[in-house]
């Protein structure tokens, strides 16, 4: 069982950063696949970023260029750094693990006002 803390979420205004945080369990976090989804009302959710334990990094088209996934194998811990933020990158955001089983956090709201 991978248990998952996530942090960082709260209110900025559209062109602000938030950093996101999340702290796995475990003591082979560096074999874990770690990624953010997130979920806006009335929408599915979505990958945002995912990165592999050897470092590779995916991002969704929307995010591409402003968002920076990382690990710190360290401290059991992946990031989202979001940087120019929009409106609608406001969601729940959800820290995802995944080695053998898929494991899902209890999520961080970010809200971008305009």
């Known amino acids: 069982q991978v248990h998952l803390v996530e942090s960082g979420g709260g209110l900025v205004q559209a062109g602000g950063s938030l950093r996101l945080s999340c702290a796995a369990s475990g003591s082979i976090f560096s074999l874990y696949t770690m990624g953010w989804y997130r979920q806006a009302p009335g929408k599915q959710r979505e990958l945002v970023a995912i990165?592999?334990?050897?470092?590779?990094?995916n991002y969704a088209d929307s995010v591409k260029g402003r968002f920076t996934i990382s690990r710190d194998n360290a401290r059991n811990t992946v990031y989202l750094q979001m940087n120019i933020l929009k409106p609608e990158d406001t969601a729940v955001y959800y820290c995802y693990a995944k080695y053998a089983s898929d494991y899902w956090g209890q999520g961080t709201q970010v809200t971008v006002s305009s």
């Open positions: 990165i592999t334990s050897g470092g590779n990094t």
